[in-house]
Structure formats: C-alpha cells, structure tokens
C-alpha cells in the first residue's frame, strides 16, 4: 500500500511567500497615501469648521483671538491655544492658518493649511508645502490650492 504524503513541499511555500510579499509591496504605500489623504481631509474639514465663527466675529466687529472663536488644538497639529489661528486686516481680508505636525503622517509634517478670506467674503483653501519633505498632488484635497 502506498501513503500519500501530506503537507506543502518547500516551492509551494515559497510561492505563497512570494505572492504574500508582492501583495504588501504594493499595498503598503497605498494605505500610506489613503493615511495621508484622509488626515490632511480632515485638517481641512476641522479648520473650516471656524470660518462661520470668523464671519460671526467679523460681522460684530469682535476679537479673533482663539478664546474668541472656540478653537481647540487638533492632534493633527503643533497649534496650541496661546498662538491665534486668526489674522484679519480690518476690512475683513485675513486668514485662518494652522500648520500640520503632531500626530499627523511624517509626510505632512510642516505643512501650511490655510483659508483666506477676501474683502468680499469669498473664502478659498490654500495649501502651502514648502517647508515639507515629499509632496504628491494626489494628496490634494478637492476644494484646495497650492
């Protein structure tokens, strides 16, 4: 009678290993980039959050400072609550800025996300990346400028 041999030879193995690594090769810096997306997304969603607070304040000719508008300090940031977000000329032109670093993705560390505001109230996202590392316009969010 002859037995069967059970189990996977050394080649079936090291097929499985190959495929596994190629699989990670390129899934890896894939979800890197969905990491960095989606942070810089959500900068952007929660410094927009204080434009309505600055319309607010600008149409009652009240103060900017970070007591003023509610700012609280996102962990995607260095912003603290003793450096003001807001600088505004008085005819309302100015900006809301913060600087990403934190628990943000090292690839975003050192970049400037800002909304200025016009004199007529129009209000664009700008993004400046020059005093960051490594920059991939996919990383862009829909709405923004560099």
């Excluded at 030879?9 to 894939?30: F, K, N, Q, Y």
């Excluded at 009652?60 to 260095?78: E, K, V």
Aim: glycine fraction near 10%; hydrophobic fraction near 40%.
């Amino acid at each position: 009678m002859k037995h069967a041999s059970t189990g996977f030879t050394l080649i079936e193995l090291m097929i499985v290993v190959a495929i596994i690594g190629i699989l990670a090769a390129t899934a890896v810096p894939l979800y890197q980039q969905y990491v960095i997306k989606s942070q810089l997304s959500r900068a952007v969603g929660e410094l927009g959050a204080y434009r309505s607070l600055v319309e607010e304040r600008l149409s009652r000719s009240a103060g900017m400072a970070n007591s003023d508008i509610g700012y609280t300090p996102s962990n995607l940031t260095t912003g603290n609550t003793a450096t003001d977000i807001a600088a505004f000329n008085s005819d309302g032109s100015g900006h809301i800025e913060v600087t990403l670093g934190g628990n943000a993705h090292p690839n975003l560390a050192g970049l400037i996300l800002r909304f200025e505001r016009t004199t007529a109230g129009a209000w664009s996202c700008v993004i400046d990346n020059s005093a960051m590392g490594s920059w991939d316009a996919a990383y862009l969010p829909s709405g923004c400028s560099l």
